[in-house]
Structure formats: C-alpha cells, structure tokens
C-alpha cells in the first residue's frame, strides 16, 4: 500500500489560497490520488480525485507532477468553513487491493 | 439520490456487552466500508463488504463481525466491548470495492463504552 505523509497543521487567513501537499514515494501505476475533507464529528467528504496532471472541479484543484511522487491540493480563497483536516490517500481501486487508508491528515485552521 | 445513513447517532454501552451498528448504503453503491475514527486520528479500516461477502479486513480481532444485506445496507457487530472500542464509527459506500469513483460516508455513529 502506498503511504502517503502530509503536514500536521496549516494556517491560514481567509481569502488566501492553501495548497496542501502530500508525499507518495512508493505511488504505484495503477493507483489514483483522492483527497477528502473531514469536518467534527462528520465523515470524511471526497474533493477530488487525480491520476496525472491537473484535475479542477468547483471545490478545488490537484495538481500532480509527471513522477507522481506528490500531489497538491489547492484551495482558491478559503473561508472560514473551510477548517477542516484534509486527507490526501493512494489506492488504485482494484476488487482485491487496496482499500482506503486514511493518514493522520492536515489540520486547516482558517482565521478571519 | 439519499446519502449513507448511519444508525444510531450516538450510544453509550458497558464494558462486556455487544453492539450493533448500522448502515444504509447511497442508492446504486453495491460496497460498504466500516472505519473506526479515535479522536484526532485519521479513519482506521475495519472491513469491507462487497456484494454480501467480506472483502478485506484491517487489524481488528475477530469480535469486530460484519453483514451485508442483499440491498446492500450493512452491520457492524462488536463483541465483548472494550473500552478503547469507544470511538466514531464510520459507514463508507462506494461503487466497486476500491472506491475508485470515490466513497460516500455517512456523519458515524458515536460509541462510547463506559
């Protein structure tokens, strides 16, 4: 299973852009880049999903390089209902291989 | 389209005793996930059910048991509770066992084992 590491903690104020980055060494060819969101006490969300290149839908942006040995989220102008811990995962979604390993995430704190 | 809905919200159980746990599936998801969220730690995997039969399990001992229905809603069963049981539960459906398309969670059931 690829593992994947990320910062603890983030800060930021609102209207700012944060991009999270993720570290996945070991990525392997056939696995996909997710990141969810998880607010208190609530299930973790899915953002977006990326292979290769730059994936964008109306919440946010992953941008992989051509390795794939990390990815980075981006959030344009957060606000303050964006704190929340962002988990990035690997999987290549295959019947009998992975499964969805969550890490210890990044804590996003917005400020006003 | 309904989300995944878990039940209850929140319970509270003794040591020793057993609890059920359970979970509807978002329509059209034939795969359910079971996760255990401790405080201010990521979702740990517990098991997977992909059309009424296991597949995949984390580290957790056997009294952690599972079922998936033929509507694809699905249990978790704890036996002998402990106290470290005590945690968010979390219920994930997806179509197709890795989640390739994404996984949709329900908001967990709290327990608490006291």
């Known amino acids: 299973l690829a593992k994947t590491t990320q910062p603890i903690s983030m800060d930021s104020y609102e209207g700012q852009e944060v991009n999270i980055t993720c570290s996945h060494n070991n990525i392997a060819t056939n696995d996909y880049i997710t990141w969810y969101q998880q607010f208190p006490s609530q299930g973790p969300r899915f953002i977006i999903q990326?292979?290769?290149t730059k994936v964008t839908n109306e919440v946010a942006s992953l941008f992989i390089p051509a390795d794939r040995k990390s990815s980075t989220l981006s959030l344009p102008r957060v606000s303050l209902s964006d704190t929340a811990v962002y988990y990035c995962?690997?999987?290549?979604?295959?019947?009998?291989?992975?499964?969805?390993?969550f890490g210890t995430g990044t804590r996003l704190q917005v400020f006003p | 389209e309904t989300g995944v809905t878990q039940s209850p919200t929140h319970l509270i159980k003794t040591r020793g005793q057993q609890v059920t746990l359970r979970c509807s599936s978002q329509s059209g998801h034939n795969t359910v996930s079971w996760y255990q969220q401790a405080l201010g730690q990521g979702p740990q995997f517990i098991f997977q059910?992909?059309?009424?039969?296991?597949?995949g399990r984390g580290n957790f001992p056997p009294r952690f048991s599972g079922l998936q229905f033929p509507n694809y809603s699905s249990e978790l069963n704890v036996n002998a509770l402990e106290l470290d049981d005590s945690a968010l539960y979390l219920c994930?459906?997806?179509?197709?066992?890795?989640?390739?398309?994404?996984?949709?969670f329900g908001s967990g059931t709290r327990l608490t084992v006291v």
């Open positions: 995962l690997v999987g290549d979604g295959g019947y009998n291989t992975d499964k969805l390993i």
């Open positions: 059910y992909y059309r009424e039969e296991e597949n």
């Open positions: 990326g292979y290769k």
């Open positions: 994930a459906s997806s179509l197709g066992a890795g989640g390739v398309y994404g996984y949709t």
